[in-house]
């Protein structure tokens, strides 16, 4: 993958993930499915079913979105989001992880979406929430300083002190 360049167009960023994601296989998402069930094994068991669920359909859905994406977007990169979609982007051998971060990118520059989808259940029985104008993640500040996790690119804000016995 080549590095992205300041200023870089979104249709032109759309392009450069739209032929990533062509040359990826039935068998590298099985990876992905595989790797991200691995993954999960740690989260309790009333947990593993529907947030393992929720999680790949919502990876597959944006996947397939993305390849299949004819939209024209407006707008270009700034600085700090070439620098995130370039971190990203970097290639570590590992496939399923590649493809699970060109998802993250689709899903935070091109739908705005948080990474997890809204209603996610975590431990502790919340979830991702959208208040009409912003996502708040109730789980983001303990990982966003986790170097595997991908909360530091997500759009969901970190839930302030207050809101944090908001259980959906």
Do not use: W
């Not at 790797?35 to 947030?51: D, N, S």
């Not at 620098?83 to 998802?103: A, D, G, M, S």
């Amino acid at each position: 993958m080549t590095e992205v360049y300041h200023g870089i167009s979104l249709n032109d960023l759309k392009n450069l993930l739209k032929r990533e994601v062509k040359e990826i296989t039935i068998r590298d998402l099985y990876d992905l499915s595989f790797y991200f069930l691995e993954e999960q094994k740690y989260l309790p068991g009333e947990y593993k079913k529907e947030y393992g669920e929720t999680v790949l359909d919502v990876m597959i859905h944006r996947f397939t979105s993305l390849k299949n994406d004819k939209r024209s977007y407006d707008g270009t990169l700034c600085d700090n989001d070439v620098e995130n979609v370039n971190e990203l982007l970097k290639y570590n051998n590992n496939v399923p992880t590649y493809i699970l971060n060109i998802i993250v990118i689709y899903a935070t520059y091109f739908l705005k979406e948080p990474v997890h989808p809204p209603g996610t259940a975590f431990p502790g029985h919340v979830s991702i929430y959208y208040d009409g104008k912003d996502y708040f993640c109730p789980i983001k500040k303990n990982h966003i300083n986790n170097e595997k996790s991908v909360c530091k690119y997500c759009i969901a804000k970190i839930l302030e002190e207050s809101k944090e016995n908001v259980k959906n």
